[in-house]
């Protein structure tokens, strides 16, 4: 492929990717990426040939920058607890920003779940027919779990000691849940309990207390 049609092509997953951020995947017509891209229709199908191309790709786009780097956390020399804390930002921070994609298709998986029993993430996409894009939502949870949930059990694991591993991955997994859910619905702690998670600052002292919290001794919580 030529560089011409290469960048043409990584400009029109990015309009596609910021479409999807702002208004959900359902924004994802041909139409619409093409307007937003800037090109004709017969080109985006020239680089896609189907929508359903095009939004495998965008969300892959999208896994690829849920995957927290622990070279990129912040502190992660002078202090364990602030890299585990970094990543955890760096991840939940990419669900927020592109937060119209997470719950377009949690929307899609939602019926699913509450009525057929799943053995894994990879069944709700495939035997049960439902289609890979209603499994989207819980491989993007998985994608952040497999990324950074060894480093904070690992964190743990470094200040109790390796004597207690279920201890570790049960503090780990507390972890997790208690930045899940109120980054993912910023709205609810700040009115209830005026913390805002929108602002970066307090964001990164609740995570870092959420990470320090999680490595004390069970005698000392």
Do not use: C, W
Not at 198 to 216: E, F, G, T, W
């Amino acid at each position: 492929m030529a560089p011409s049609e290469d960048s043409t092509r990584i400009r029109i997953l990015k309009a596609a990717l910021e479409l999807a951020s702002e208004e959900g995947p359902s924004a994802l017509t041909t139409r619409r990426v093409a307007a937003a891209a800037g090109v004709n229709l017969g080109l985006l199908h020239y680089y896609f040939k189907s929508k359903e191309a095009l939004v495998a790709e965008v969300f892959g786009l999208y896994l690829e920058e849920l995957r927290a780097d622990p070279a990129h956390a912040d502190g992660r020399e002078a202090d364990p607890a602030a890299m585990v804390a970094g990543m955890l930002d760096s991840a939940f921070s990419t669900i927020l920003r592109r937060k119209g994609i997470f719950f377009g298709l949690l929307g899609k998986a939602a019926g699913a779940l509450s009525t057929t029993n799943f053995a894994s993430v990879d069944e709700l996409g495939g035997s049960h027919g439902l289609g890979s894009i209603a499994a989207m939502p819980l491989k993007a949870v998985r994608n952040v779990k497999s990324s950074i949930f060894p480093y904070v059990v690992s964190y743990i694991e470094s200040i109790l000691g390796d004597g207690n591993p279920e201890l570790a991955q049960r503090r780990a997994m507390q972890v997790m849940l208690s930045v899940f859910n109120p980054l993912l619905f910023t709205d609810m702690p700040r009115v209830a309990f005026g913390l805002d998670l929108r602002d970066p600052a307090v964001r990164k002292q609740y995570l870092l207390d959420i990470v320090r919290d999680s490595a004390r001794p069970p005698n000392s919580r």
